[in-house]
Every structure is written in C-alpha cells, then in structure tokens.
T-cell receptor, first 115, second 113 residues
Framework: NAGVMQNPRHLVRRRGQEARLRCSPM?????VYWYRQLPEEGLKFMVY????????ESGMPKERFSAEFPKEGPSILRIQQVVRGDSAAYFC?????????????FGPGTRLTVL | AQTVTQSQPEMSVQEAETVTLSCTYD???????LFWYKQPPSRQMILVIR??????QNATENRFSVNFQKAAKSFSLKISDSQLGDAAMYFC??????????FGKGTKLTVNP
C-alpha cells in the first residue's frame, strides 16, 4: 500500500506566479489535511478536506490560497501570486476517518521557494 | 484555543543513554489524543508514539515511552538506549474532536557517539 504521495517535492516560483501542490492520499483514505512548516517552526494546520468538501479551512490565509479535493484525482493546494513569505514546506496528511484515534499519515512534503 | 509548548529547543544525549523531551499543552477538552512525531533531515514526519487521554497507562513503543500527567497537562517523551538514528527534530502534537493536529515548535535532538 503506497503511502501519501506529494508532488512536486521541490517547487521554485518567482513572485507573482502561481504554485500548485498535489497530494494523493493513501488508498482508502478520504480525509486530507494540509499543513505548512515555516523554517525553524512546527507544522501549522491550514485546511481539512473530505472528498469534494472543505470541512475546516480555519488555518488558510483569506486571500490567494485555495484547496480542493475532487471526486477523482489528487487534492490540490493552490497559491496565487506567491510572495517570499510563502516559502515553506507544505505537508499533506491523510486518514481513514475523522475521529481522533485515526492516525494521520504524512507525505514527504513539498518545499516551495519563492524567488 | 489549544496550544502545545516544547520548552527545549535543543537537547543532546550520548549514544546508549536516556533522554527526556518535555511537552506541555493547554486545552479545556476532556477527550483528546497526544502524539510525538519525529522529523529526520529527510523532513518526513514519522509517528513515534501516541497516547489517548482517557487511558491512565502510559504508552510505550520499544525504546520510546511517555510520561502522561493529565492533571498537569504534561506529556514527555523518554528515549532509552539512544541510537545515532534517533537524531532528529521531535514534535509534540495534540488532537481533539476538531480533527486537526496542533504542533509544538519542536526539539532538535542530537545523539553524540
């Protein structure tokens, strides 16, 4: 059973460009979470999605950031008009269910660098 | 809002010795879960151990064990017989019915040969 897949692993963008980060959850998992890790910091929650629904986006910046998890295909975290402060590692995690005892399995992360 | 505090930015231990990493948290919930994650230089997040708040018995996983003090809201990680491969960032995390994980800022563990 393949783990959580994220691509690309590294992404370089210039200020003002768009960044698209993809996450394929583990087989059978329908819950996806996105976290951001700034340098020297812990991971911070951004958004929680189930298939075709955003459940909790309380950690998402109000502008430029959006996320989706379509019925078919990977979850996408989209950052429009990137700025230097968006440089970070973005992690996706998936779980089978939403209850606290369901482990969240993490992907390897996408490191975004904004020039 | 729930918060997780790791007061030790860095720790070091001699190979084969024991080290304890500290974590405190703040919550008004009674039902929750606590976790320790390891992040090696590869940046992959690896679950080390987890504790259900309703369980009084401390969780153990081979060389890793926790000291869970619910009243004090303390959740420390003990690593016994430390190995070079244990060197990593360690993050304490909290989760309740709100689904998301709340992480501390991490402790960088160095293992000296």
């Amino acid at each position: 059973n393949a783990g959580v897949m994220q691509n690309p692993r590294h992404l370089v963008r210039r200020r003002g460009q768009e960044a698209r980060l993809r996450c394929s959850p583990m087989k059978g998992h329908s819950h996806v979470y996105w976290y951001r890790q700034l340098p020297e910091e812990g991971l911070k929650f951004m958004v929680y999605l189930q298939k075709e629904n955003i459940i909790d986006e309380s950690g998402m910046p109000k502008e430029r950031f959006s996320a989706e998890f379509p019925k078919e295909g990977p979850s996408i975290l989209r950052i429009q008009q990137v700025v230097r402060g968006d440089s970070a590692a973005y992690f996706c995690a998936s779980s089978y269910g939403q209850r606290g005892y369901n482990e969240q399995f993490f992907g390897p992360g996408t490191r975004l660098t904004v020039l | 809002a729930q918060t997780v505090t790791q007061s030790q930015p860095e720790m070091s231990v001699q190979e084969a010795e024991t080290v304890t990493l500290s974590c405190t948290y703040d919550t008004s919930e009674s039902d929750y879960y606590l976790f320790w994650y390891k992040q090696p230089p590869s940046r992959q997040m690896i679950l080390v151990i987890r504790q259900e708040a309703y369980k009084q018995q401390n969780a153990t996983e081979n060389r890793f064990s926790v000291n869970f003090q619910k009243a004090a809201k303390s959740f420390s990680l003990k690593i016994s017989d430390s190995q070079l491969g244990d060197a990593a960032m360690y993050f304490c995390a909290y989760r309740s019915g709100s689904e998301k994980l709340v992480f501390g800022k991490g402790t960088k563990l160095t293992v000296n040969p």
